[in-house]
């Protein structure tokens, strides 16, 4: 029950912040009433002698418990007084991770029906298409979701 990605990498982002401002003692209760951490977690983090050490207990324990617990986080970040800014810095960086993800879409090569086209098209990302067309004669691609044009492609 790993967490994903794309919250793994957040938190290593904001680590330094939260290394910082948070205090462990007040969202270990938290995070133990919403059963994301055990009472032996815990224990493992009060057990550290500064309250830097009680974070990053506490940042290696979350990663292992699922998106559940990323969710718990940032709710109690959310309603915790003096820790909202870390909320606030968190979405920060998910809006910023979500504008640079590229995962990759789809990839489509319609069949051969006898006209001569054969275009593939491989989309990266939500911003970058390559299109391929291989015609004989003349070719169109309109209503280009990009740029809002049509294109004319032709072969001589």
Same mark, same amino acid.
């Given at each position: 029950?790993? %967490?994903? !990605? +794309?919250?793994?990498?957040?938190?290593?982002?904001?680590?330094?912040?939260?290394?910082?401002?948070? $205090?462990?003692?007040?969202?270990?209760?938290?995070?133990?009433?919403?059963?994301?951490? /055990? @009472?032996?977690?815990?224990?493992? *983090?009060?057990?550290? /002698?500064?309250?830097?050490?009680?974070? @990053?207990?506490?940042? $290696?324990?979350?990663?292992?418990?699922?998106?559940?617990?990323?969710? =718990? #986080?940032?709710?109690?970040?959310?309603? %915790?007084?003096?820790?909202?800014?870390?909320? #606030? /810095?968190?979405?920060?960086?998910?809006? /910023?991770?979500?504008?640079? @993800?590229?995962?990759?879409?789809?990839?489509?090569?319609?069949?051969?029906?006898? =006209?001569?086209?054969?275009? !593939?098209?491989?989309?990266?990302?939500?911003?970058?298409? &390559?299109?391929?067309?291989?015609? =004989?004669?003349? =070719?169109? *691609? +309109?209503?280009?979701?990009? !740029?809002?044009?049509?294109?004319? #492609? #032709? &072969?001589?």
């Amino acid at each position: 029950m790993s %967490m994903t !990605t +794309k919250h793994r990498e957040i938190l290593l982002q904001v680590t330094p912040d939260l290394l910082n401002d948070l $205090d462990a003692d007040d969202i270990v209760p938290h995070l133990l009433a919403d059963m994301i951490i /055990t @009472s032996h977690d815990a224990a493992k *983090v009060k057990a550290e /002698t500064t309250r830097r050490d009680k974070v @990053s207990a506490l940042l $290696d324990i979350i990663p292992t418990r699922g998106d559940k617990a990323y969710g =718990s #986080f940032m709710e109690c970040l959310k309603k %915790m007084e003096g820790s909202t800014h870390l909320y #606030f /810095t968190m979405k920060k960086y998910e809006d /910023t991770y979500q504008e640079q @993800s590229c995962p990759i879409h789809e990839e489509y090569t319609p069949p051969n029906q006898g =006209s001569g086209h054969s275009p !593939t098209v491989t989309q990266h990302t939500q911003r970058d298409v &390559n299109l391929t067309i291989n015609a =004989s004669g003349h =070719s169109v *691609v +309109k209503n280009n979701s990009l !740029t809002g044009q049509s294109n004319m #492609f #032709f &072969n001589k």
